[in-house]
């Protein structure tokens, strides 16, 4: 078991005297902001050259869009940055019933409408509550874990974390979204993982996982149940066994690896980017924009922007190292491999080596709701790392004195 | 607690150190901090990181930098794609080669690509309204095509919205490209037709290869979006008209919508030229006579004549001048942008069909008649053939004729009741006496058994009964009644109460068929052949249209000839001058059936009227019609040309179908045609 300042009391937290603001601000980790400030310029950049020609005589129309998105995202940075953290743990419980609320408030849309629908939306901006829900959903079980802190290595944490931890996995899942439903999935035993649950919970649980994906994809159709939508069983089988797998299913892959590939190392430009402006790679903008990036960018461009991942992932996973309390720990472990994972998955099923599932690229992808809610994530790392430096420093600066 | 407090108090720096001390000893009090299973935690997170990164870097490098050109190639190769360049279609031209019959010309179609219509629905429904609007068409049938062609799945064709767009409307579709996404202009070749109507019916129209056409078509190389002929002379020589396809290559995005202008690979080569034996005045003349025979068959008061047909062919060789259908259509609703409307404008779909008297079919080869006295003259070479009369033996004519033989005595009655005289065989053609054909028709139902059917054997040795194989299309076999064939039409499956007798070849069936009634068909096109044969001395032309097919330098191509006139065996040539002298008195002996029209023509011509009664089916009457006919050739010592009318319940042959085929004659013989004195006569 992880021990940390508060294990002994519980009181703890009423006591505990907030930092001063200016403080906070000075002991920001500006490494950190400064890779992530690079990443939203190389993505706005990423998305000048893909969307240019999307907009008939408006080659700046998404580019304009997305930096407001961009600002807005900012705004959600620096608030989440000034916010104490262990706000968000007092209120773990208001936090997992709205965002679930909410979800599941767009399910309903979704069958009312007889669709699905991710969205919600807000007449200039549609919302889509799930993009958000990664980081609340991360916060809210944080808070959780950070309660039965005692407990962390009992099964009965265990259980009881991954059991609320399904309800917003499966809502997701539901809507149907499996690739966020994934993300959801991956934080979760980051969480468990940075917490300090025992080996042998994950290795079953790690088990488990293997024999519902086992299950899914497939003895479950091969017995007549199908838990999957037809599309989401062709695209993830497609990737375990291409050779089965149709020309039509094979054609979004293919066409985004000859995209990625065409831009060689110097890349295309986005004038000449033919796979990009004559419509070869789907979801340009948005799932596949790494591909569209990579063709017009090359392997300079491509590798500049996962340069940039590891660097923040880098300092992210600093961030866990340097946290003030569990729950910080926990919650950055989190934020970290979410962001880890839907890099990852994205990136890898643009060039092939990874199943295709519906997950925007972080940072770079068209797209108000997951650009904001990836900045409010880098802004919570941020107050993490500012509270942690500062007790830290505090400490620090009280024992040289002392 | 104590030690929180201690760490909010400023306190002395010893008591501090001593906290700190003690702090180290004791991790339960000590701040959050870095434990060793943590550290080893997030170094395994760190791992994952690395190893996730290694993995896509290692992959990134493969793709762009390993086999980058190996991509950029395909990428390349994406967006070219090579499509097909139809020919200009070749032109028809008449003997002459001067007067170009069906021709192309270049217009500008426009087409809509359904793929770049706006996303959003209202946006979509909005440009199409507006694009309905501009192009006047209908918009129900727009989406319609819209919602087909996305049934079948097919993504790579635009919908042609106009086939042929006026100048004004294309101005004003470029001016506002922007506001149209997913439309383009093409410019292509249609069929064109410089003389309009002008033997519609033989020179068929082109349209897009039909699925029926495909399977056989497909195999000789013809893509599904080729335009074909159809019908006719289009199709028939469609292989010679329709030319080499050239290939272009042009810049597609994903949905195969070209993005930039066509770079031929090769060279489309034209079709080549058709060269009909047609020759285009006689053909204007010949349709204008049939209308004029039409309008002197209503003047006499045949209110339902309206429709006919007029066959003028060279008895040498068999080669068809001139190739009348009546009523016809405007070939040019083929063309463009074809509507419902306006194919029922025209006549040429469903019930319009009907009320227009079917424009589309041509009655020369399709149609068949009963031919009436026409026929005569084979009844007269066959009856002279199997020596039932002698050609100038005199045989009574009278008002009526009872077979001795049959006990039924029913009466047959010839066309004019007063008269009552011995004739010879040309005297009776020339006069056209039904009782004489009454006699040696019930001659033919006496013969033997071990005779076979003589008439009907003679018969099918002239063409009929049978396609005359023409090349202008398949024309229908018509019909020669046999023993046979009443014994297989008859049976108990017809649904006639009266079979069993009904089955059995009566007397009245032999009488019948010697003056061409009963269930003989001809069609037009036979008529003329056999008359061609009279004219030339017992020989089976093959009638044609094709004089020759050209390269567009000029150099002919090789076709397969036409089969050479056959003679036709066993025929006494002997026989042939008699029918030839009845024919010749027909027309200049005063007593002549068509003596009026033809007694004092300049050229000497030959022929023989027809009224063949035929059960017709006409709003507000229905019962035998007239149809009038007139067969024959000209000049009598050496044929040049052989005509043959028919004019629908034109009543008599001399009021209505001899007028018109003298100007056809007239026209021919640069002559003017003589103001005529209707006669009265079969």
Same mark, same amino acid.
């Given at each position: 078991?992880?021990?940390?300042?508060?294990?002994?009391?519980?009181?703890?937290?009423?006591?505990?005297?907030? $930092?001063? !603001?200016?403080?906070?601000?000075?002991?920001?980790?500006? %490494?950190?902001? @400064?890779? =992530?400030? +690079?990443? #939203? &310029?190389?993505?706005?950049?990423?998305?000048?050259?893909?969307?240019?020609?999307?907009?008939?005589?408006?080659?700046?129309?998404?580019?304009?869009?997305?930096?407001?998105?961009?600002?807005?995202?900012?705004?959600?940075?620096?608030?989440?940055?000034?916010?104490? $953290?262990? !706000?968000?743990?007092?209120?773990?419980?208001?936090?997992? %019933?709205?965002? @679930?609320? =909410?979800? +599941?408030? #767009? &399910?309903?849309?979704?069958?009312?409408?007889?669709?699905?629908?991710?969205?919600?939306?807000?007449?200039?901006?549609?919302?889509?509550?799930?993009?958000?829900?990664?980081?609340?959903?991360?916060?809210?079980?944080?808070?959780?874990?950070?309660?039965?802190?005692?407990?962390?290595?009992?099964?009965?944490?265990?259980?009881?974390?991954?059991?609320?931890?399904?309800?917003?996995?499966?809502? #997701?899942?539901?809507?149907?979204?499996?690739?966020?439903?994934?993300?959801?999935?991956?934080?979760?035993?980051?969480?468990?993982?940075?917490?300090?649950?025992?080996?042998?919970?994950?290795?079953?649980?790690?088990?488990?996982?293997?024999?519902?994906?086992?299950?899914?994809?497939?003895?479950?159709?091969?017995?007549?149940?199908?838990?999957?939508?037809?599309?989401?069983?062709?695209?993830?089988?497609?990737?375990?066994?291409?050779?089965?797998?149709?020309?039509?299913?094979?054609?979004?892959?293919?066409?985004?690896?000859?995209?990625?590939?065409?831009?060689?190392?110097?890349?295309?430009?986005?004038?000449?980017?033919?796979?990009?402006?004559?419509?070869?790679?789907?979801?340009?903008?948005?799932?596949?924009?790494?591909?569209?990036?990579?063709?017009?960018?090359?392997?300079?461009?491509?590798?500049?922007?996962?340069?940039?991942?590891?660097?923040?992932?880098?300092?992210?996973?600093?961030?866990?190292?340097?946290?003030?309390?569990?729950?910080?720990?926990?919650?950055?472990?989190?934020?970290?491999?979410?962001?880890?994972?839907?890099?990852?998955?994205?990136?890898?099923?643009?060039?092939?080596?990874?199943?295709?599932?519906?997950?925007?690229?972080?940072?770079?992808?068209?797209?108000?709701?997951?650009?904001?809610?990836?900045?409010?994530?880098?802004?919570?790392?941020?107050?993490?790392?500012?509270?942690?430096?500062?007790?830290?420093?505090?400490?620090?600066?009280?024992?040289?004195?002392? | 607690?104590?030690?929180?407090?201690?760490?909010?108090?400023?306190?002395?720096?010893?008591?501090?150190?001593?906290?700190?001390?003690?702090?180290?000893?004791?991790?339960?009090?000590?701040?959050?901090?870095?434990?060793?299973?943590?550290?080893?935690?997030?170094?395994?997170?760190?791992?994952?990181?690395?190893?996730?990164?290694?993995?896509?870097?290692?992959?990134?490098?493969?793709?762009?930098?390993?086999?980058?050109?190996?991509?950029?190639?395909?990428?390349?190769?994406?967006?070219?794609?090579?499509?097909?360049?139809?020919?200009?279609?070749?032109?028809?031209?008449?003997?002459?080669?001067?007067?170009?019959?069906?021709?192309?010309?270049?217009?500008?179609?426009?087409?809509?690509?359904?793929?770049?219509?706006?996303?959003?629905?209202?946006?979509?429904?909005?440009?199409?309204?507006?694009?309905?609007?501009?192009?006047?068409?209908?918009?129900?049938?727009?989406?319609?095509?819209?919602?087909?062609?996305?049934?079948?799945?097919?993504?790579?064709?635009?919908?042609?919205?106009?086939?042929?767009?006026?100048?004004?409307?294309?101005?004003?579709?470029?001016?506002?490209?922007?506001?149209?996404?997913?439309?383009?202009?093409?410019?292509?070749?249609?069929?064109?037709?410089?003389?309009?109507?002008?033997?519609?019916?033989?020179?068929?129209?082109?349209?897009?290869?039909?699925?029926?056409?495909?399977?056989?078509?497909?195999?000789?190389?013809?893509?599904?979006?080729?335009?074909?002929?159809?019908?006719?002379?289009?199709?028939?020589?469609?292989?010679?008209?329709?030319?080499?396809?050239?290939?272009?290559?042009?810049?597609?995005?994903?949905?195969?919508?070209?993005?930039?202008?066509?770079?031929?690979?090769?060279?489309?080569?034209?079709?080549?030229?058709?060269?009909?034996?047609?020759?285009?005045?006689?053909?204007?003349?010949?349709?204008?006579?049939?209308?004029?025979?039409?309008?002197?068959?209503?003047?006499?008061?045949?209110?339902?004549?309206?429709?006919?047909?007029?066959?003028?062919?060279?008895?040498?060789?068999?080669?068809?001048?001139?190739?009348?259908?009546?009523?016809?259509?405007?070939?040019?609703?083929?063309?463009?942008?074809?509507?419902?409307?306006?194919?029922?404008?025209?006549?040429?779909?469903?019930?319009?069909?009907?009320?227009?008297?079917?424009?589309?079919?041509?009655?020369?080869?399709?149609?068949?008649?009963?031919?009436?006295?026409?026929?005569?003259?084979?009844?007269?070479?066959?009856?002279?053939?199997?020596?039932?009369?002698?050609?100038?033996?005199?045989?009574?004519?009278?008002?009526?004729?009872?077979?001795?033989?049959?006990?039924?005595?029913?009466?047959?009655?010839?066309?004019?009741?007063?008269?009552?005289?011995?004739?010879?065989?040309?005297?009776?053609?020339?006069?056209?006496?039904?009782?004489?054909?009454?006699?040696?028709?019930?001659?033919?139902?006496?013969?033997?058994?071990?005779?076979?059917?003589?008439?009907?054997?003679?018969?099918?040795?002239?063409?009929?009964?049978?396609?005359?194989?023409?090349?202008?299309?398949?024309?229908?076999?018509?019909?020669?009644?046999?023993?046979?064939?009443?014994?297989?039409?008859?049976?108990?499956?017809?649904?006639?109460?009266?079979?069993?007798?009904?089955?059995?070849?009566?007397?009245?069936?032999?009488?019948?068929?010697?003056?061409?009634?009963?269930?003989?068909?001809?069609?037009?096109?036979?008529?003329?052949?056999?008359?061609?044969?009279?004219?030339?001395?017992?020989?089976?032309?093959?009638?044609?249209?094709?004089?020759?097919?050209?390269?567009?330098?000029?150099?002919?191509?090789?076709?397969?000839?036409?089969?050479?006139?056959?003679?036709?065996?066993?025929?006494?040539?002997?026989?042939?001058?008699?029918?030839?002298?009845?024919?010749?008195?027909?027309?200049?002996?005063?007593?002549?059936?068509?003596?009026?029209?033809?007694?004092?023509?300049?050229?000497?011509?030959?022929?023989?009227?027809?009224?063949?009664?035929?059960?017709?089916?006409?709003?507000?009457?229905?019962?035998?019609?007239?149809?009038?006919?007139?067969?024959?050739?000209?000049?009598?010592?050496?044929?040049?040309?052989?005509?043959?009318?028919?004019?629908?319940?034109?009543?008599?042959?001399?009021?209505?179908?001899?007028?018109?085929?003298?100007?056809?004659?007239?026209?021919?013989?640069?002559?003017?045609?003589?103001?005529?004195?209707?006669?009265?006569?079969?």
């Amino acid at each position: 078991m992880l021990e940390y300042a508060g294990s002994q009391r519980a009181g703890l937290r009423n006591e505990r005297e907030a $930092p001063h !603001l200016l403080s906070v601000v000075r002991s920001i980790d500006w %490494i950190l902001l @400064a890779g =992530v400030g +690079a990443l #939203v &310029l190389v993505g706005l950049w990423g998305v000048a050259g893909v969307t240019k020609f999307a907009v008939p005589n408006d080659p700046t129309y998404y580019l304009n869009r997305q930096i407001l998105y961009a600002a807005a995202g900012g705004v959600a940075l620096v608030v989440a940055a000034l916010v104490d $953290p262990d !706000l968000y743990r007092r209120y773990w419980r208001a936090i997992f %019933i709205g965002t @679930a609320t =909410v979800i +599941a408030f #767009v &399910l309903l849309i979704g069958h009312a409408a007889r669709g699905s629908t991710r969205w919600i939306s807000l007449g200039f901006f549609t919302f889509q509550p799930s993009e958000f829900g990664k980081l609340l959903f991360v916060l809210a079980l944080a808070g959780m874990l950070a309660e039965r802190q005692r407990a962390v290595s009992t099964w009965d944490t265990t259980l009881r974390v991954v059991g609320l931890g399904l309800l917003p996995v499966t809502l #997701v899942f539901a809507q149907p979204d499996l690739g966020t439903a994934l993300v959801y999935m991956a934080a979760l035993g980051a969480m468990l993982f940075v917490a300090g649950a025992p080996w042998k919970h994950l290795a079953v649980l790690g088990g488990l996982v293997l024999v519902v994906a086992v299950g899914v994809l497939w003895a479950g159709p091969a017995a007549g149940v199908s838990v999957l939508k037809g599309y989401q069983q062709q695209r993830l089988t497609c990737f375990t066994h291409p050779s089965t797998c149709s020309v039509a299913a094979r054609y979004n892959v293919e066409q985004a690896i000859t995209t990625v590939g065409s831009g060689e190392i110097r890349g295309r430009g986005p004038n000449g980017a033919t796979q990009v402006n004559l419509g070869f790679l789907p979801e340009s903008q948005t799932d596949f924009i790494f591909a569209g990036f990579a063709e017009q960018r090359g392997f300079i461009g491509a590798a500049l922007l996962l340069g940039l991942y590891l660097f923040v992932l880098w300092r992210g996973l600093r961030v866990v190292t340097v946290a003030r309390d569990l729950f910080s720990a926990v919650v950055a472990g989190g934020i970290v491999v979410a962001l880890l994972f839907q890099i990852f998955v994205n990136v890898g099923m643009t060039m092939g080596i990874a199943p295709i599932t519906g997950i925007p690229l972080p940072f770079v992808s068209v797209g108000g709701s997951s650009l904001i809610a990836n900045l409010a994530a880098m802004g919570v790392l941020l107050a993490i790392h500012a509270r942690g430096r500062v007790s830290r420093g505090r400490r620090a600066s009280l024992s040289a004195r002392g | 607690m104590a030690s929180t407090t201690t760490r909010r108090l400023p306190l002395p720096p010893s008591r501090r150190a001593r906290e700190d001390e003690a702090g180290a000893e004791q991790t339960a009090v000590e701040p959050y901090r870095l434990t060793p299973k943590l550290a080893r935690r997030v170094a395994v997170l760190s791992g994952l990181v690395v190893i996730g990164f290694a993995a896509l870097l290692l992959r990134l490098w493969a793709l762009q930098v390993l086999a980058g050109s190996h991509y950029a190639a395909q990428a390349q190769a994406n967006q070219v794609r090579t499509v097909r360049v139809e020919p200009p279609r070749g032109q028809i031209v008449d003997r002459t080669g001067h007067n170009v019959l069906v021709t192309n010309k270049l217009v500008t179609a426009i087409e809509l690509w359904p793929s770049g219509l706006p996303k959003i629905y209202a946006q979509r429904v909005a440009e199409l309204r507006a694009l309905a609007h501009i192009t006047r068409v209908n918009v129900r049938q727009l989406t319609r095509e819209i919602l087909a062609q996305r049934a079948v799945g097919d993504m790579l064709d635009p919908i042609v919205v106009r086939p042929q767009a006026p100048t004004a409307m294309l101005t004003y579709l470029q001016e506002r490209a922007a506001a149209f996404p997913g439309l383009t202009l093409t410019r292509s070749y249609v069929r064109s037709y410089p003389h309009g109507d002008f033997a519609t019916q033989l020179l068929g129209y082109v349209g897009p290869i039909t699925p029926q056409e495909l399977p056989t078509l497909g195999k000789e190389g013809f893509a599904p979006t080729d335009v074909v002929g159809q019908t006719g002379i289009e199709a028939t020589y469609n292989k010679y008209l329709f030319g080499v396809p050239g290939a272009a290559r042009v810049r597609v995005d994903a949905l195969g919508r070209p993005r930039s202008a066509r770079t031929l690979t090769t060279q489309p080569q034209p079709g080549q030229t058709v060269r009909l034996t047609i020759d285009a005045g006689l053909q204007i003349a010949a349709q204008n006579a049939l209308q004029y025979g039409i309008q002197s068959a209503r003047n006499t008061g045949e209110w339902a004549a309206d429709g006919g047909a007029i066959v003028a062919m060279s008895p040498q060789d068999g080669s068809i001048l001139a190739l009348a259908s009546s009523p016809t259509y405007d070939p040019s609703v083929y063309t463009g942008h074809i509507t419902t409307r306006k194919l029922e404008a025209q006549g040429l779909v469903g019930k319009s069909a009907l009320d227009k008297n079917y424009p589309s079919l041509d009655r020369a080869l399709d149609a068949t008649y009963p031919p009436g006295s026409t026929f005569k003259p084979l009844t007269a070479i066959a009856a002279l053939q199997e020596h039932l009369i002698k050609p100038y033996a005199l045989y009574p004519c009278t008002g009526t004729y009872v077979a001795p033989e049959d006990h039924s005595h029913h009466v047959f009655h010839n066309w004019d009741p007063n008269v009552n005289q011995g004739m010879d065989l040309p005297t009776a053609l020339a006069q056209s006496c039904d009782t004489y054909f009454y006699r040696v028709g019930n001659g033919f139902y006496q013969l033997p058994t071990d005779r076979g059917q003589p008439l009907q054997k003679w018969a099918r040795a002239f063409g009929f009964g049978k396609a005359s194989a023409v090349d202008a299309g398949p024309d229908v076999p018509g019909l020669v009644p046999t023993i046979g064939y009443k014994h297989r039409r008859f049976s108990r499956h017809s649904g006639d109460p009266n079979w069993r007798i009904d089955r059995i070849w009566k007397p009245g069936d032999s009488i019948n068929l010697a003056i061409g009634q009963g269930d003989l068909l001809v069609t037009p096109l036979q008529m003329t052949r056999f008359y061609a044969a009279i004219a030339n001395g017992g020989k089976l032309v093959t009638p044609h249209v094709l004089m020759n097919v050209e390269n567009p330098n000029g150099t002919l191509v090789p076709t397969t000839p036409p089969a050479a006139p056959r003679p036709i065996p066993g025929l006494n040539p002997a026989y042939l001058k008699v029918v030839q002298q009845g024919l010749f008195e027909g027309t200049h002996d005063p007593l002549g059936t068509s003596y009026g029209v033809f007694g004092n023509f300049p050229i000497p011509i030959a022929g023989k009227t027809g009224t063949a009664q035929k059960v017709v089916s006409l709003p507000g009457f229905t019962g035998e019609g007239d149809q009038s006919w007139w067969c024959g050739y000209g000049p009598v010592n050496a044929p040049k040309l052989v005509v043959c009318v028919v004019i629908e319940n034109g009543g008599h042959g001399g009021t209505a179908a001899a007028p018109a085929a003298e100007r056809v004659f007239a026209h021919f013989f640069h002559v003017p045609s003589a103001q005529q004195g209707l006669i009265h006569s079969d």
